[in-house]
């Protein structure tokens, strides 16, 4: 019964997604942590606005790659996105 319930759910595909997803968005985090970082030490205006671009494709592109059932913290992600938005604006690389 329990490997039926396994293989219905695909269960090591979804640990296996996981496990990639968990990759790329700790690399993610890692990289917007350096990037707030390198701001407050001081960037280019262009710079910032490069880097800040390319954070925001990789988001977009980490998204789009999710399942709706793995990445079920939607609340949190926007919340997150909010923070981010509200400091650049706050720093004058990003506009409204």
Do not use: C, H
Request: glycine residues 4%.
């Amino acid at each position: 019964m329990a490997s039926i319930v396994v293989s219905a759910m695909d269960v090591s595909t979804r640990l296996k997604d996981y496990e990639g997803f968990y990759k790329l968005f700790s690399a993610l985090r890692i990289d917007s942590d350096t990037f707030r970082k390198q701001l407050l030490i001081g960037m280019t205006q262009q710079d910032a606005q490069a880097k800040f671009e390319e954070l925001r494709r990789r988001m977009s592109e980490t998204m789009a790659k999710t399942k709706p059932d793995l990445f079920f913290r939607r609340r949190m992600w926007r919340s997150v996105q909010r923070e981010l938005n509200s400091t650049l604006l706050d720093l004058g690389v990003a506009k409204k």
